[in-house]
């Protein structure tokens, strides 16, 4: 898949149906959106394999009651055959406690076709802020990777959440 607009085309429809799968808490659905050894870095955390990350998905939703994930236009490049982006996010997050929180963030992607799909090889989010949705609260101090096509190195951390201070609230 060469083709810029093919492959922002394939983007928008895999970070929609990821969207959807973290709205129904479908840990299926979520992990079949990645290669079957794809990695998914968020929260401190590395996820290796779509087994591990199923697991980790279904986790994380116990503490969810939802969350409505909004993804901007991918920036998408393709450097000799690989297809990466860069895509901003914001959510509108309520606890299975109740309590609500807003987040933005980046996900860094690199995409492979597999079983005829264009699906996640590797995912890497970098969480700039969360709290309520006036951003009152200070943002995460997170590494910048330059404009595109910079990208996070396999290394490189992800954002760790720990000063989530709602009152009840433990951060998933």
Sequence with gaps: MNDLMAAEFAIRQLQARYADALWRKDADSF??????????????????????IRETFARFMLQIDR???????????????????RTYVTEQNKFADGATASTLGIYYERFVE??????????????????????SRKFYEVREYGAPPGFPGPDDPTTVRTDFLFAGSAAP
């Design 67 to 85: 969350v409505l994930m909004t993804f901007r236009t991918p920036i998408v490049d393709i450097v000799d055959g690989v297809i990466t982006s």
């Design 114 to 135: 597999e079983a005829g799909a264009l699906r996640f090889a590797f995912r890497h989010w970098n969480l700039h802020y969360i709290g309520p949705a006036d951003l």
């Design 31 to 52: 992990a079949a959106l990645f290669t079957r050894d794809g990695e998914w870095k968020v929260a401190g955390m590395h996820l290796k394999g779509r087994e591990e």
